[in-house]
């Protein structure tokens, strides 16, 4: 599940690159006046008939990707199986350090009966 939720974020990411990417090599519609008036070099990468129609399908495309990308990521975290809250997940990790730790501590006992472990660095507590 981690393996899936990494790949679509590292699509995502690259999709919005490219997204962004192919926004701004569109011309507004601004840029059709200055053509008229001496800037005659609009247009000719792509052919006559403009980058229009070719950029305006591969950004609708991109952008469709988008966001069926963004919706699975979305679908992925909402249907996660793991612990409701912060503090569930807190407490399990209590418990278990518990269980790890039932051997010796370096730590004073809580009830502050002076006494010590045997292998304290820690002086006894008062």
């Not at 679509?8 to 962004?20: E, G, M, W």
């Not at 990417?21 to 800037?39: E, N, P, T």
Request: glycine share 10%; with cysteine.
């Amino acid at each position: 599940m981690e393996n899936i939720n990494s790949i679509l974020l590292i699509a995502q990411v690259l999709l919005s690159i490219t997204l962004i990417a192919l926004i701004l090599m569109q011309h507004g519609k601004g840029a059709d006046a200055g053509a008229a008036f001496g800037s005659g070099s609009s247009a000719t990468v792509f052919g006559a008939r403009g980058s229009g129609n070719f950029l305006s399908k591969t950004t609708a495309i991109i952008a469709t990707l988008f966001f069926i990308v963004c919706l699975s990521l979305a679908y992925l975290s909402a249907n996660r199986s793991g612990p409701d809250s912060v503090m569930k997940s807190v407490t399990t990790l209590e418990n278990e350090t518990q269980q790890i730790d039932s051997g010796t501590s370096d730590l004073p006992p809580l009830d502050g009966s002076g006494g010590s472990s045997v292998n304290s660095d820690l002086p006894p507590a008062n």
